[in-house]
Structures are given as C-alpha cells and as structure tokens.
C-alpha cells in the first residue's frame, strides 16, 4: 500500500515539477500535501555552499512560516553532495505559503547556481506521528 501511495504521489509530482522552474521557488505540492521529501544535488566543488544555503533557509522558514511544523536537513551518507530536505507544515495552506517571503525568493534565485540538475520531489500526507 505504502508503495502505491508513494507512486501515485510522484506520479502527481511530476508533472507539477516539470511545469515550474526550479531556481525560481520550491517544486509545488498537490492540494492534500503537508509533507515534503526534496533531495537535491549539488554541483561539483558546491557543496560546502549548499549547506551554507540551506542551513539558511532553515533560518528563514523558523522565522517566516509559522505554519512549519519540521524541517529537517540530512545529507546522504554514501554521497555528501546529495542534500535532502524533509519538511512538514500544519495544512496544505502552510505547504503553499512556503517559500514566498521576499527573503526565501531571493535566496531560490540562487539556488539555481548550486544545483547539479533539477531537485527530486516527493509529497505526502501525514496520517500518524510519534506522541
């Protein structure tokens, strides 16, 4: 069943993620989505200043999106240029406001820069978390 799910939410990804420039904001999210797996890699000789990026729009999301419930940053172990964002938000409303303040735009401009090809996205819903 997990995997069903899983392959019908990227099937939804898709299509959003091609349509949408990626230096210009975070991929967009289908309507029932409070849950984002984002993996993104980093150009040769980038990754240093990735993690510098997203430590700081780890900043920026705790300052400007109230509606952000976890953000979490890791990197793959067996490939230190891959950087995986897995961010939470209370309701799909909190998901489409990520991203906007004027801060967080300027800072995707950048991203751009970074990026060895474009970010792979997963959305999900949450049913259950840990009490």
């Given at each position: 069943m997990k995997l069903i799910l899983s392959a019908a939410l990227l099937s939804l990804a898709l299509p959003l993620m091609a349509a949408e420039p990626q230096a210009s904001g975070?991929?967009?999210?289908?309507?029932?989505?409070?849950t984002m797996v984002v993996k993104f890699k980093?150009?040769?000789?980038?990754?240093?200043?990735?993690?510098?990026?997203?430590?700081?729009?780890?900043?920026?999301?705790?300052?400007?999106?109230?509606?952000?419930?976890?953000y979490d940053l890791?990197?793959?172990?067996?490939?230190?240029?891959?950087?995986?964002?897995?961010?939470?938000?209370?309701?799909?409303?909190a998901v489409a406001a990520h991203g906007q303040s004027a801060q967080?735009?300027?800072m995707f401009a950048k991203l751009g820069e970074l990026m060895d090809g474009a970010p792979q996205a997963d959305y999900l819903q949450l049913v259950s978390s840990k009490p």
């Open positions: 975070p991929p967009r999210a289908p309507a029932n989505a409070n980093a150009k040769p000789g980038k990754s240093e200043e990735m993690k510098k990026f997203w430590l700081e729009m780890q900043k920026e999301v705790a300052k400007s999106e109230p509606g952000n419930v976890q890791l990197v793959m172990a067996g490939d230190p240029a891959v950087y995986v964002i897995i961010e939470r938000y209370k309701d799909a409303a967080a735009k300027a």
